[in-house]
């Protein structure tokens, strides 16, 4: 990942620039198949986003109402414009593969395929537009999941905070990047309050550990930044894992553990949106965690599927000759079960440890991308 912002922007100007060109050198008939792909695209998109938005805006509208806000409208357009574009970017592959079929649907019901064909066109080669605009796509869906989603991530957790009395994260633990464990019940969004806590800190010199239970903690900036626990035990394991000495109680005064470990990064720590090389990090710093592992390479084949459902959907389409619209919908739905049905079968079995993280991740990739182009080598065109 380009971490340089003048090389990172000039990279992306020479990305555009190539596409320019690629645009400018189409022929007439790749110019109105590509408009007729992202047409179709557009009103995928916007199809999909609204009944997203009436949808959710009709369960949550009595919560959003009820919350003590100087503007309701201001709380809604700030609850929205951070979740559309989460939504947006997790069905890009089914707006991909919607827009393929409506173009297929649309040049067949107006006869406009077999004349091109009989032209000396392909089926690949007439909607190789339409090809090149999902490869874009799947450039920018990569540019949204890295920058734009770990600054929303955030935003979406306390806008949620803010609908109804109180709202919990509920974990299982996490680690700081002193390689401390905190095992909380609950976080409270609200209050930034942990509860039901425990924490265990190695000493790489003598090999002890320190663990402690507190009832809660709340966090504590300045010159000593840490975590305040109350109403907790402090005791110390050997290296072989037994107790030395006696445990040490604390109350409401409480005990500072000095910690980098601050609120912002307590509720984006189990996020899977955040920047690549976070995730890469978080997969090195815990080989033994299956799930780090997996959310670094989900991140990699996520916005392969706006290449791989378009092509398994358009393989089915001309196989099976479809001129109807709503059939088409149909097996757009059907394929789009059917991939991610199997694609989160695979990444489950990878995150508990029953199958390799990679193996698991990339499998269902490989399986449908091998299925959808031999789908589509068999069709006589």
Same mark, same amino acid.
């Given at each position: 990942?380009?971490?340089?912002?003048?090389?990172?922007?000039?990279?992306?100007?020479?990305?555009?620039?190539? %596409?320019?060109?690629?645009?400018?050198?189409?022929?007439?008939?790749?110019? *109105? &198949?590509?408009?007729?792909?992202?047409?179709?695209?557009? &009103?995928?998109?916007?199809?999909?986003?609204?009944?997203?938005?009436?949808?959710?805006?009709?369960?949550? $509208?009595?919560?959003?109402?009820?919350?003590?806000?100087?503007?309701?409208?201001?709380?809604?357009?700030?609850?929205?414009?951070?979740?559309? !574009?989460?939504? $947006?970017?997790?069905?890009?592959?089914?707006?991909?593969?919607?827009?393929?079929?409506?173009?297929v649907v649309s040049l067949?019901?107006?006869? +406009?395929?077999?004349?091109?064909? %009989?032209?000396?066109?392909?089926?690949?080669?007439?909607?190789?537009?339409?090809?090149?605009?999902?490869?874009?796509?799947?450039?920018?869906?990569?540019?949204?999941?890295?920058?734009?989603?770990?600054?929303?991530? #955030?935003?979406?957790?306390?806008?949620?905070?803010?609908?109804?009395?109180?709202?919990?994260?509920?974990?299982? /633990?996490?680690?700081?990047?002193?390689?401390t464990l905190w095992f *909380?019940?609950?976080? /409270?969004?609200?209050?930034?309050?942990?509860?039901?806590?425990?924490?265990?800190?190695?000493? =790489?010199?003598?090999?002890?550990?320190?663990?402690?239970?507190? @009832? +809660?903690?709340?966090?504590?900036?300045?010159?000593?930044?840490?975590?305040?626990?109350?109403?907790? &035990?402090?005791?110390?394991?050997? =290296?072989?894992?037994?107790?030395?000495?006696?445990?040490?109680?604390?109350?409401?005064?409480?005990?500072?553990?000095?910690?980098?470990?601050?609120?912002?990064?307590? +509720?984006?720590?189990? /996020?899977?949106?955040?920047?690549?090389?976070?995730?890469?990090?978080?997969?090195?710093?815990? =080989?033994?965690?299956? @799930? !780090?592992?997996?959310?670094?390479?989900?991140?990699?084949?996520? !916005?392969?599927?706006?290449?791989?459902?378009?092509?398994?959907?358009?393989?089915?389409?001309?196989?099976? +000759?479809?001129?109807?619209?709503?059939?088409?919908?149909?097996?757009?739905?059907?394929?789009?079960?059917?991939?991610?049905? @199997? *694609?989160?079968?695979?990444?489950?079995?990878?995150?508990?440890?029953?199958?390799? =993280?990679?193996?698991?991740?990339?499998? !269902?990739?490989?399986?449908? @991308?091998?299925?959808?182009?031999? #789908?589509?080598?068999?069709?006589?065109?």
């Amino acid at each position: 990942m380009i971490e340089d912002p003048s090389l990172r922007m000039a990279a992306w100007v020479a990305g555009g620039l190539l %596409l320019l060109l690629a645009i400018l050198r189409m022929r007439v008939l790749d110019r *109105y &198949v590509g408009a007729l792909w992202i047409r179709s695209f557009l &009103v995928a998109a916007l199809t999909m986003c609204g009944l997203y938005l009436v949808i959710d805006l009709a369960e949550k $509208a009595d919560a959003l109402l009820k919350t003590e806000s100087t503007s309701h409208f201001r709380l809604i357009v700030e609850y929205y414009s951070c979740r559309l !574009p989460l939504f $947006a970017s997790r069905l890009f592959p089914m707006m991909c593969l919607a827009a393929t079929i409506m173009t297929v649907v649309s040049l067949t019901k107006s006869n +406009e395929l077999v004349p091109m064909i %009989l032209a000396g066109q392909s089926v690949y080669r007439v909607l190789g537009p339409a090809f090149l605009a999902m490869g874009t796509l799947v450039a920018g869906a990569m540019a949204v999941d890295e920058w734009l989603l770990p600054r929303v991530a #955030l935003q979406m957790q306390l806008t949620e905070s803010r609908v109804g009395k109180e709202k919990f994260q509920e974990r299982e /633990n996490v680690f700081d990047r002193e390689n401390t464990l905190w095992f *909380y019940d609950k976080y /409270n969004l609200r209050t930034r309050t942990m509860r039901n806590l425990i924490v265990d800190r190695r000493e =790489p010199e003598t090999g002890r550990t320190w663990h402690i239970t507190g @009832a +809660e903690a709340r966090w504590v900036a300045g010159p000593r930044s840490g975590w305040l626990l109350s109403d907790g &035990v402090q005791w110390t394991l050997d =290296p072989l894992g037994r107790i030395e000495g006696t445990a040490h109680s604390f109350g409401k005064d409480g005990l500072l553990v000095d910690s980098t470990f601050s609120p912002d990064q307590v +509720e984006t720590a189990d /996020n899977p949106y955040q920047p690549l090389r976070e995730l890469a990090r978080q997969a090195l710093d815990h =080989p033994d965690e299956p @799930a !780090p592992l997996v959310q670094f390479h989900t991140r990699l084949v996520f !916005p392969l599927f706006n290449l791989i459902l378009p092509t398994l959907g358009l393989a089915v389409m001309l196989r099976r +000759e479809v001129r109807s619209l709503m059939l088409g919908f149909g097996v757009c739905l059907v394929v789009g079960m059917a991939f991610f049905g @199997a *694609y989160f079968f695979f990444v489950n079995f990878g995150s508990k440890g029953a199958m390799d =993280p990679v193996a698991a991740t990339w499998a !269902p990739v490989v399986l449908f @991308a091998s299925l959808a182009l031999w #789908l589509l080598g068999s069709v006589r065109t």
